[in-house]
């Protein structure tokens, strides 16, 4: 319950994907046949190296780094049986819509699904890494559809290397800025709460949850339209009804 309020209040969490449910999650491999140092091997050394990297890949995120990373997993699909039973406490929860003009929805990119774990290639464009490392998954997750928006910490080091670079070029100021608050890793963040657009209440939640939660969108996001959704009586959907 505190989570939702939460929500209607304009704080957002971003988690660290090392507790996922997903075993999977960012466990993309390093390719080390792309590596510019094979070049400077004789075939037998490198094809020796490549049978050894084969066994056993070296993973392109370390455990440290996955601890540092905040995630907002997002869905396109607020209907979804399956994402209901699974992360709102089985259907007893709320599902809210965002409108995706308004930071951070608005940075949040497309999850693609693939049969193949994720290679990370050696000198490869950040874009390009940035989508088979964070944002790819198994297609067993498909269903859920998602996007996510993604803050990553910011080392004293960086902290650093941007004060310098201001120093050295003060028109840089707005970009620096923006990045720094851009980011930040796990944890709660403000939004607008013009971003709330919808509040889905679960089909088992309880009458006293319901109350609750009416009342304190009612307060804090009165432009939101709210929804009880319905088990369906003939087919295995979920169906939404409005309240006034």
């Known amino acids: 319950m505190s989570r939702a309020i939460d929500l209607l209040n304009g704080r957002i969490y971003f988690s660290a994907p090392a507790g996922f449910n997903d075993p999977f999650e960012l466990s993309a491999k390093v390719n080390i046949s792309s590596s510019p140092l094979l070049s400077a091997l004789s075939q037998k ?63 949040a990119h497309l999850v693609s699904y693939s049969d193949e774990r994720p290679a990370a290639e050696f000198n490869s464009d950040p874009e390009k890494l940035l989508t088979r490392v964070l ?45 720094i608050e851009e980011n930040g890793g796990p944890g709660l963040y403000n939004f607008e709460k013009e971003a709330l657009r919808s509040i889905f209440l679960g089909a088992k939640i309880t009458s006293n949850h319901r109350k609750q939660l009416v009342q304190a969108a009612r307060l804090a996001c009165p432009q939101a339209k709210i929804f009880q959704m319905e088990l369906d009586h003939n087919y295995f959907w979920l169906n939404r009804k409005r309240l006034k």
Not at 51 to 77: M, N, Q
């Open 45 to 107: 050394e490198r094809d020796e190296v490549l049978r050894i990297f084969r066994l056993r890949p070296p993973t392109a995120l370390s455990e440290d780094w996955k601890e540092k990373v905040g995630i907002l997993c997002l869905s396109e699909d607020p209907a979804n049986i399956l994402m209901w039973s699974h992360y709102a406490n089985n259907h007893s929860g709320i599902c809210i819509g965002f409108d995706t003009d308004h930071k951070p929805f608005s940075s």
């Open 135 to 179: 944002l790819t998954k198994s297609k067993h997750w498909s269903y859920e559809r998602e996007w996510r928006s993604i803050k990553r910490t910011i080392e004293s080091d960086e902290l650093n290397f941007y004060y310098g670079s201001f120093e050295s070029d003060p028109a840089r100021l707005d970009e620096i800025a923006n990045t």
